[in-house]
């Protein structure tokens, strides 16, 4: 099982498609706030100029954490899928 790694700020993409909302898999977004006790998380997807175009609440399904630093040599990797 995995465990719920995901925070406040983090910086998140699609994994899935939402036409209804012109979203599509690999859109980036941020975590904005944690919903239903972290089962739910509010992203805000922004343009280049920093206006937000769109703000949802998504489950952890639907989205993936981005990382841009390579782990740290004394840690153990986490798993990214379960």
Do not use: C
Not at 27 to 55: C, H, K, P
Not at 62 to 81: G, R, W, Y
Request: negative net charge; hydrophobic residues 45%; without cysteine.
């Amino acid at each position: 099982m995995m465990t719920n790694t995901i925070k406040l700020l983090d910086v998140v993409a699609l994994t899935v498609d939402l036409p209804e909302y012109n979203l599509w898999r690999g859109q980036v977004g941020t975590v904005v706030d944690i919903l239903a006790g972290g089962t739910a998380f509010e992203v805000e997807f922004s343009d280049r100029n920093g206006r937000t175009y769109e703000s949802m609440g998504l489950r952890p399904e639907q989205i993936m954490v981005l990382h841009f630093e390579p782990a740290s040599p004394d840690k153990t990797p986490e798993i990214a899928m379960a």
